[in-house]
């Protein structure tokens, strides 16, 4: 620098300004990257507790969804039996009421019989 221009010439003193302003942009991103390089050790202890909060939170979640897919395939597969205990029981009731009473009429019918 100092070989090429004089040092009054105005692009020796264009030069030293740029020199000067990427001396300060270094700085500056110096200053910025330190602060991510240099973390307290207490924030690293909350980093470290709060990345295994959130894998035992994330476990959780894939255990209750599986929860959820099994209970799902359950529920469709007892759909039909469900349906079948729920709308034939009041069939089956009915007849056998039905029978139990035919058969009280009988033992009547035939308690008459005898007694004529």
């Known amino acids: 620098n100092r070989l090429a221009f004089k040092a009054n ?3 020796a003193r264009l030069l030293l300004d740029i020199h000067i302003a990427e001396i300060e942009y270094g700085e500056m991103l110096f200053l910025g990257l330190s602060q991510c390089m ?7 202890e909350k980093l470290k507790t709060w990345n295994s ?3 035992t939170q994330e476990q959780e979640v894939a255990q209750l969804e599986e929860q959820r897919r099994q209970l799902r395939q359950s529920a469709t ?3 039909t039996s469900l349906w079948l205990q729920l709308n034939l029981w009041p069939l089956v009731l009915l007849a056998a009421l039905s029978l139990k009473f035919s058969k009280g009429a009988a033992s009547y019918r035939k308690a008459r019989r005898d007694a004529a």
């Open 38 to 44: 240099s973390a307290p050790r207490t924030e690293l």
């Open 9 to 11: 010439d105005e692009s």
């Open 53 to 55: 909060t959130a894998s």
């Open 77 to 79: 597969n007892h759909t």
